[in-house]
Structure formats: C-alpha cells, structure tokens
C-alpha cells in the first residue's frame, strides 16, 4: 500500500507565495511521474504541474513563470513552489504520482496511480 500526503497549503494575499509538498510513503519500488492537480468549486480536476523521474516537466499555461515543481527522488518528495498567487488559483491541491510497489515488481506488474487527500489553497483578493 502507497499514501500520499500533502502540506503547505494555506490563505496568502494575492502576489504572495506558498510551498506545497507531498511526501509518497509505503511499498515503493520506484516511482516515475508526480505531478500536482487542482479543482477549484464548481469545476473539474485540472493538471497544475508535473515531473518525470528524470526531472523533465510540464505546466499549464495558467501557471507558467509562477509555479514551480521539483522533486527529492531521495525522500519520494514532490514540491510546489506557488508565486504570485492569483485569486483564481484558490482550489484543493492534489498530489498525484506513479508508483511501482516491491509486490508488483516481484509479480512483473505495472504500477499505479496513487493520489493525496488534497491541500486547500485561497487567495483573498
């Protein structure tokens, strides 16, 4: 079994920063891409950031040049680094990796996709 948890989250004034981090625990083999989602009332999931195992990634354009994703491959960590916040990034922040457990390695199955519990993020205008 894989757990996921989320921190960072919080209330930050427009223009200010957050952290966010999710720490992947459990049966781990491997993990290969981490990213971070977000769903804000009313709207579906959407893709904020992601990263490979070896470190290429990806953004969406609402938040290039603000956000940053990283990860410590070390301490199964993924970070993300949140500037200039907007009013419209308020949303419940999710962690999403790619895992491959010691029993699927040993069975030669793929991975899965495991999910955090999610970090409310709001930005007061």
């Known amino acids: 079994q894989v757990q996921l948890v989320e921190s960072g989250g919080g209330l930050v004034q427009a223009g200010g920063s957050l952290r966010l981090s999710c720490v992947a625990s459990g049966d781990i083999a491997s993990i290969n891409t981490m990213g971070w989602y977000r769903q804000a009332p009313g709207k579906q999931r959407e893709l904020v950031a992601s990263?490979?195992?070896?470190?290429?990634?990806n953004y969406a354009d609402s938040v290039k040049d603000r956000f940053t994703i990283s990860r410590d491959n070390a301490r199964n960590t993924v970070y993300l680094q949140m500037n200039s916040l907007k009013p419209e990034d308020t949303a419940v922040y999710y962690c999403?990796?790619?895992?491959?457990?010691?029993?699927?390695?040993?069975?030669?199955?793929?991975?899965?996709?495991?999910w955090g519990q999610g970090t409310q993020v709001t930005v007061s205008s």
């Open positions: 999403n990796a790619e895992v491959k457990s010691w029993a699927e390695v040993r069975l030669g199955r793929r991975g899965r996709v495991y």
């Open positions: 990263i490979t195992s070896g470190r290429n990634t």
